[in-house]
Structures are given as structure tokens and as C-alpha cells.
């Protein structure tokens, strides 16, 4: 009997190993193709005034992926379908999008996005339940953000008049905006690891990395992004005094926020009466970018397709004869390549309507609210349970879901199709849900110390 027990459980020894072989590479591989992705050097294709203007190799390579992925799925059925169970909030969500292709604008487009974010979704829970250890995540995220760093830069040097655009650095990527993401998004991930407290050695690396991503940053000119990655420090630690504190002081804190920002907002006022001037002056002429035009072209669209949308990721780059934005008379019908309203939110509404806009807000708010609590509730790294959420981990959830939300207001990225930040707020989803079902832990001591 000793000897058919020891047998049996190094026959499950090994199992764990080969799937936890297969599930550290498949999620670098996906981290790094999510990130990077294959560059096409092509900035003139049109966006705005064709289909979407996809490289063929991508649906291939997920494709590929999610192949490679079937024997992890084998593996681990029950402790997926728990998780998918789980998560059925943002399962519901995409279930709605899926029916919204019958309605869609084109159809043929929404149901190729709605497949690979399906896709996406599959290979995001399957390797939160087959994940060696939580930190690998925050390591291939910091990773792949420094390999597409490294060729930005190298772009750079040997192309100068291609990386930098009369706008900022784009790299290899399409535009400069994607380059500030990139970048802040390898920052997000690099703070998280010094919590680790990782040797001196990878210590002066990771810093070294982070140093790279925020000169590339900067270089980039993305003032949202880099806007985030100046406040984001102050609302982490905010936002942990408050998960750690008493309830009273928590209250006495967000009190005196909400009481300086009224006396700002007041003082404002006051002075705008004593030197005579309008309250609204300074917004007036505030166009965000010529932003402004397009969200008031959105609100029109909004109104036309209410209550159920345009269907999912069917409103930007789809066939020419039915898509919106060529109907109208204003700047970005005819004299530029617009792919997205520049808004996160009023894309969610134009291709969800209200009931996927409410929906959507409805995953993000229980996300965030699981961020929170781990945060609260979450130990220090154990080496011994490497797959058990730490505070570290717990840190990047919250900083990358504030990060979403604030990038949302001025890019759109949200929910949106075979897209990193897609990728991202899936593998968070999953990792705080799964967090949510297993944790037995009581409320323990930590400190970003």
C-alpha cells in the first residue's frame, strides 16, 4: 500500500510539473505577443475609412496559443470551470456581446473581435488556475514592457525620422499613445516587484528597467500616461492606509479630502467673484485635443442605438458603407485615421448601449472592490504558497485598475478587442476572483516597507 501511495503521488508530482512547465511559457508567450505583438511598420494604413487594419499573423499566433493551451485546460477542467463559475459577472458581459453581433453594424467584424476576445478570456483563466507562482505574472508583464522598450529605443537610433513622430515617440508602434501605455504599464508592474524585495543584483535591474520605461515615457509625450504614473504612488499608499486603518479613521480621512477639494472648489469661486471673472472660463476653450469633437459626435451616435449599442467593437473600423464616422461633415470623416472615440466609456456605451455601459461599469466597480479588500486582507509573499495573491500583487491590481479607469477618460481601451489592457484586466479579473474563492486567510499585518 506504501509503495502504490508513493507511486501515485509521484505520478501527480510530475503532472504538476509538466503543467506548470507549459503554463510559465504559454504565459510569457502570451505577456510578450500581447505586448510587442508584430510590428508591420505601416502608419498610412487607413483606419478610419476601411475595414480594420489587422496583421494576419496575429490571429494565427492566438490561435496557435490557445492550441497549445488544450492539454492545460485537460489538466485543470474542474478548477477552470470553478473560476469561470466565479467570474460570472464578466462571463455574463461577454455573453451579452456575443449577442450583440446579430445587431451589430457588421456583423462579420463584431463576431471576428467578440472570437478572439473569447480566445483571450480562455487562456487568461486557464493560466490563473495553472500558474506556478503570482509573481511570474508581475515578471512577464515588467519583461515584455522592457523588450518592447529595447526596440523602441534601438528604432530609435537606426530609424530616428520613423520612432519619433512630430506628436512623440511611437517606436515600432502604431502611434505614440500606445508607446506611453506600454511604457506605464511596465512601470506599474516594476514598482510591485521591489516589494518583493528581490536580491541587490535584480534590485539595480529591475530599477535600471523602470528608469528605461520612464525615459521612453517621457519621450513619448503621453500626458495621460505619464499624468497616472506621477499620482499613482500617492493614491497606492492612500488607498492602503485606508484598507489597513480603523473604520472611524478611514471616514476621518476620506472626510478631509472631501474637505479640501470643496474648500479648493470654493476658494475658486471666491475669486472668480472678487476679479470679476467667469467660473468657466478656463474650460471654454478646452478642446482636449480636438477631443471634444468627437465625444459631441458620440453623444449623437449615442442617441441613435440607445439602449443596446452598436454591438460589440462594431462602430469603429468596420466596412465603409455603414460605419458612422464617414457620415459625418467634421474633421475625422474624411482627414483622419480615427479607430476609437477617445473615450473608453462612450465607446462601452455607442457599442453596448446602456445595458452593456451599466454592465461593464458593474465588472469594473466588483474588480475593484476584491483589489481593495485583497489589498486589505493579503500577506506577505510566501515562498512556501507562491500561489497565493500577496500585497505586492494586490498593489499592481489596484494601481493597474486606477490606471484603467483614469485612461479611459482620454484613450479607449476598455474591454476592447486584442488589446493589452484587455489581456491585463482579464488576467486581474480571474486572479481576484480566484483569490476570492480560496481565501482562508484572517486579516494579516503587511506594510510596503
Known sequence: MAEQADSILGKNIQQTDWVSRLS??????????????????????????????????????????????????????????RLIKASWLLIGLFLYFTCSTVWALDPAISTRRIMFAWIEIILAVTLTCTMKDRKYLLKFIF??????????????ILMPGYAMTSEGLAGIQSQKNQTGLIMMYG????????????????????????????????????????????????????????????????????????????????????????????????FQDMTFTSRTDLWSFMFQ??????????????????????????????????????????????????????????????????TFTLALEALGRAGRPDPARPTVLSYPLACFHVSFLCALCIHNFTESNLFCNNGMLAVALYFTIFDLEDWEENDDQPLSQSGLA
Open 187 to 282: 512601470l506599474l508592474a516594476g514598482a510591485p516587484l521591489l516589494l518583493y524585495r528581490p536580491p541587490k543584483r535584480e534590485r539595480y535591474r529591475i530599477l535600471a528597467g523602470m528608469g528605461l520605461l520612464f525615459l521612453l515615457l517621457l519621450a513619448s509625450r503621453s500626458k495621460t500616461c505619464l499624468g497616472i504614473i506621477m499620482v499613482m504612488p500617492v493614491l497606492v499608499v492612500l488607498f492602503f492606509k485606508l484598507t489597513h486603518s480603523r473604520m472611524s479613521l478611514s471616514v476621518a480621512i476620506v472626510t478631509s479630502i472631501s474637505a479640501i477639494f470643496i474648500c479648493i472648489v470654493f476658494g475658486y469661486f471666491i475669486w472668480c467673484e472678487i476679479t470679476n471673472v467667469s467660473p468657466f472660463a478656463l
Open 24 to 81: 510559465t511559457i504559454l504565459l510569457c508567450a502570451m505577456m510578450l505577443f500581447s505586448i510587442v505583438s508584430v510590428p508591420d511598420f505601416n502608419r498610412t494604413a487607413s483606419v478610419a475609412a476601411s475595414t480594420d487594419h489587422v496583421n494576419p499573423i496575429n490571429r494565427f499566433v492566438w490561435l496557435g496559443l490557445l492550441s497549445m493551451a488544450l492539454p492545460l485546460i485537460r489538466a485543470r477542467w474542474a478548477q477552470i470551470l
Open 301 to 366: 451616435e449615442i442617441q441613435k442605438r440607445p439602449w443596446f449599442g452598436a454591438g460589440f467593437y462594431s462602430f469603429w473600423s468596420i466596412d465603409p458603407s455603414v460605419q458612422p464616422s464617414l457620415k459625418t461633415s467634421m474633421w475625422f470623416g474624411s482627414e483622419a485615421h480615427i479607430n476609437e472615440a477617445h473615450d473608453g466609456y462612450l465607446d462601452l456605451l455607442a457599442t453596448g448601449g446602456a445595458v452593456g455601459f451599466i454592465w461593464g461599469l458593474s465588472v469594473i466597480i466588483r
Open 143 to 156: 519583461i515584455s514592457c522592457l523588450v518592447a522598450a529595447v526596440a523602441d529605443l534601438i528604432v530609435w
